[in-house]
C-alpha cells in the first residue's frame, strides 16, 4: 500500500478584470488530502474534517476526477482518499477545484506520473464539470501549477502561467453567506456594450503587462471590472465599504473572488496585507457581518506533496 | 530661424483582438516632415508631396495638433511645416497620426523641449480629433513611443509601451480601394455577446504575454479577433485568401490594419516576412486588387529627428 498527502491550495479566479480567464493560488488555505493505493479496485472516501463532503465516490468531485484519469489509464488500481483538511465549501476560492486536482495528483504521484500536471488539469476539469455543470479551468488551472495562469481559450484549451513580482499577498475575506455559482451566473447579462468590454479588455492587457513586468503601478490601476463586479457585488452586504478600506490601507486592489461571497485583496508586501486584512474584517463586523480572514502570499509551486506522520 | 526634419512611422492599430487599446509602429512607410521655426507669427504649410494634403492651418491635422500645443504654452511663435513624403491618406497605417505627432515633435524639439513625448500625445490626439471626430490615441502612441503601445483607458488617458521580440517584421499590404474609419465605426455593433468578449480578452491576455515574455507561439495563437474582423473583413476583396497564404507561409497572424483596408502580418523574421508579403501581393494581382506592399522591422524608437541636405 503506497501514500502520500498533498496539499492544494486555494484559489481566486477573474482576478477583478479577468472574467473566467484568470486566476492565482495562495499559500492559505487549502485542502488537504491523503491518497492511498488500496487492494479492493475501487475508489473510497474518508472524511476526517468538520466540513460536509460527498462520500459516494460518483459524487465527490475528487473520486470523479481520479476516476476519469485511471480510466484513461485502462487501470483497475483502487485508492482510499482521506480529507484531513478542507477549504470551506461555497466560498468562491476555489473549494471544489482544489479537491479535484488533490486526487488526480496524488494518484500520479503513486503511479509514477504517467502524466504532466497539464494533462492533470483536464481530469480536473472533469470532476469540476461533474459537480458545476460548467468546465472551467479557472481555479483547476492555478491550484494545479501555482501562480497566475491564464486560460486563453477553452476550445480548444489553451492554459499559460505568467511570471509575477513574487513579493505580492492576497488578502482573502470569506463572509459566511451562501452564493451559488449557479446563481451567480444567471445574474449576468448575455450582452454588454462594445465599448465597455473594450475597457474591460483595456485592464487585461493592463494585468497582464503589470504582472510580468512588474509594474505594481500598472497592476494597480487594472484591477479594476467594468463588468461582474458591479452585478454580483450586490450581493455581498458591505461590499462597498469593505473595498474602500481595503484600497484605503493601500491594497493594490480588490474584488471578488470567483463567484463570491470571498472578497479578495492583492498587496505589495505583508505588512500591507495585514494592515488591508484587518481593516477589511473591521467593516465585516461593524456590519455583524461573520467573516474569515485569510492572508498569505501568493502561492508560488501549486499543489504539492507535504510530510505526514503515519498512522494519521 | 530654425529647422527639423523628422521622420513620423506608420503604425498598425487593433492588432487583431486589440480593438481600440493597442498599436505598434512599423519603420516603413512614414511621413517625412521639416519643422521651422517663421517670423510671421502663423502656422503655414507646404506639400513637396504628390499626395492631395489640406494647406489650411485649420484643416491639416499637423498644425491643429501644433496650435493646440503652442496655445498651451501661450506661444506666438510661427512655424512652416514642410511635407516631402507622405503615409497614403485613408490606408489604415495611421497616416493622420504620423502626420499630428510630426509637428508637435518638430516643433518641440526647437523649442528646447518642454513637453516630454507622453505630453505631445495629447497635442496630437487634439490633432486626430478635429479631423476624425473621435478621441483615438492607439495610431499616435505608438507613432510617438515606437514598439507596441496599449491605450489601457481613455478616461483618464493611461498609455504605456510593452516590451517586444525585437526580432519582429511586419507586413503591410494597402489595398487601393477606400474605407473610411467613420463608415467602419457604423458596422460594428454596439453591443457583444459576454461569451465572445471572454474569448477576446483571453487573447488579449495571451498577445501581452506573448510579447512581454517574448513567447512566439503564444503571440501566435493570440493573435485573432472575434469581434471586429469578421465584420470588416467582408469589405476588404480577397481577405480571407490573403489572411490563409499569410499564415500558410508562416505569419505569426494576419489581420486588419486599423479600420482597413490595409492588412498586416507579423512575422518572426525578414525572411519569412518577405516571403508571406509576396505571397499576399500574389493573391491581390491575382483578383486584380491593386496593392502596396510594405516589409519592415518594427519600429522601436517612433517618431524621430532625421538629417537632410539644406536647402530642400
Not at 451562501?178 to 468590454?197: D, N
Not at 493592463?206 to 484591477?223: D, M, R
Not at 494592515?275 to 474584517?281: F, N
Request: aromatic share 8%; hydrophobic share 40%; net charge neutral.
Amino acid at each position: 500500500m503506497k501514500s502520500i498527502k498533498v496539499f492544494s491550495p486555494a484559489t481566486v479566479s477573474n482576478v477583478a478584470c479577468g472574467f473566467d480567464i484568470m486566476g492565482f493560488a495562495i499559500d492559505s488555505p487549502g485542502d488537504e488530502i491523503i491518497v492511498e493505493t488500496n487492494n479492493e479496485n475501487n475508489l473510497q472516501i474518508i472524511n476526517k474534517t468538520n466540513i460536509e463532503l460527498p462520500l459516494e465516490p460518483d459524487k465527490n468531485v475528487t473520486t470523479i476526477a481520479l476516476k476519469s484519469m485511471l480510466e484513461k489509464m485502462n487501470s483497475l488500481q483502487g485508492f482510499t482518499v482521506t480529507f484531513t483538511k478542507k477549504i470551506p465549501v461555497g466560498s468562491g476560492i476555489g473549494s471544489s477545484a482544489a479537491s479535484a486536482i488533490a486526487g488526480v495528483f496524488g494518484a500520479n504521484e503513486l503511479l509514477e506520473k504517467p502524466f504532466t500536471r497539464m494533462q492533470l488539469i483536464d481530469f480536473a476539469i472533469e470532476g469540476e464539470f461533474a459537480t458545476s455543470g460548467s468546465r472551467h479551468a479557472d481555479n483547476v488551472a492555478p491550484a494545479m501549477l501555482g501562480g497566475f495562469t491564464v486560460i486563453r481559450s477553452y476550445e480548444p484549451m489553451h492554459i499559460f502561467s505568467i511570471p509575477y513580482p513574487e513579493q505580492l499577498f492576497c488578502v482573502v475575506v470569506h463572509p459566511q453567506i451562501e452564493l451559488t455559482t449557479k446563481e451567480m451566473r444567471k445574474v449576468l447579462p448575455l450582452e454588454v456594450p462594445l465599448k465597455v468590454a473594450i475597457k474591460q479588455w483595456g485592464n487585461v492587457a493592463g494585468l497582464i503587462a503589470g504582472l510580468t513586468t512588474n509594474n505594481l503601478k500598472l497592476i494597480s490601476s487594472s484591477l479594476t471590472d467594468f463588468i461582474v463586479e458591479p452585478i454580483r457585488s450586490k450581493f455581498i452586504p458591505g461590499f462597498n465599504n469593505i473595498k474602500n478600506v481595503a484600497l484605503f490601507n493601500r491594497a493594490l486592489g480588490c474584488s471578488i473572488s470567483g463567484s463570491g461571497p470571498s472578497i479578495f485583496a492583492i498587496c505589495e508586501n505583508e505588512d500591507i496585507a495585514k494592515k488591508v486584512g484587518y481593516a477589511m474584517k473591521e467593516v465585516c463586523n461593524s456590519i455583524l457581518l461573520n467573516a474569515d480572514l485569510y492572508i498569505s502570499k501568493i502561492n508560488k509551486e501549486g499543489i504539492k506533496e507535504i510530510k505526514y506522520e503515519y498512522p494519521f
